[in-house]
Nanobody, 124 residues
């Protein structure tokens, strides 16, 4: 049974930082590209960042470039999202997702498995 379990969400002040983690089990992690998405109340799920299965290729949504960094540790079956300079508009539930293949994608339909999410709240 495949499981993706996110953690690290919290309440933080604007300008602060958080690091989210997502631990995968039940799949060959090193065979999967990984992505982070988020969904704010009343809004559609949106792409945040993705990383290739080797970790050598990353891509980001334009609004996250320079503030967020995605990384992975294949030995720990874990993908991370380092978030700096957080803004109130970053408040959302953050989800990690896995897809078989070399590279990630910004399309949510491209992913095969999803975690249940972790709440990030940024206060002004």
């Amino acid at each position: 049974q495949v499981q993706l379990v996110e953690s690290g969400g919290a309440l933080v002040q604007a300008g602060g930082s958080l690091r989210l983690s997502c631990v995968a089990s039940g799949l060959t992690f090193s065979s999967c590209a990984m992505g982070w998405f988020r969904q704010a109340p009343g809004k559609e799920r949106e792409f945040v960042a993705a990383i290739s299965r080797s970790g050598g290729l990353t891509n980001y949504a334009d609004s996250m470039k320079g503030r967020f960094t995605i990384s992975r540790d294949n030995a720990k079956n874990t993908v991370y999202l380092q978030m700096n300079s957080l803004k109130p508009e970053d408040t959302a539930v953050y989800y990690c997702a896995a897809k078989f293949g070399i590279a990630g994608t910004g399309r949510s339909l491209g992913y095969d498995y999803w975690g249940k999410g972790t709440q990030v709240t940024v206060s002004s």
